[in-house]
């Protein structure tokens, strides 16, 4: 429970304006592979974890469901949530392990390339899933 617990300490006022704000234009820095500032990062985190718990409310309260209630499918979006959270920290862990061993330069292109795809991988399933429902 963890990644809920993270968010159920984001006051709803809190929750609803990061939902509510706009950021386009951070994700189009994104999918540009332009780099975000130490704010734009934050906002697109906080955002992010703060749109699944709203799915999460809105589902529970079509439902009917209390606090104490699951629906179908709620375990699952807890462990993307957390398993987000952790690849987030794993990528950035190990950009810091590979720039301590001082890569050659075809080596920090290949470590590049390698993270690039594990990332295009999870996308790709992104799309695949979406347009599975």
Known sequence: MFGWARNEAMSGLRREMVCSVGLESTLEKVQRDRLL???EYSLLRESA???LYQLRGTI???QGLGPTS???GEGELEDLLETSQRMAHLLQSSCLALRRLKLERHEHQLASDALE???AYMQAC???ALEGF
Request: no cysteine; glycine share 0%; hydrophobic share 40%.
């Open 60 to 62: 529970r309260k079509r």
């Open 49 to 51: 974890d703060a749109k």
């Open 117 to 119: 795809h594990q990332l």
């Open 37 to 39: 500032d130490f704010a």
């Open 70 to 72: 699951a629906f179908e």
């Open 126 to 128: 992104l799309r695949r």
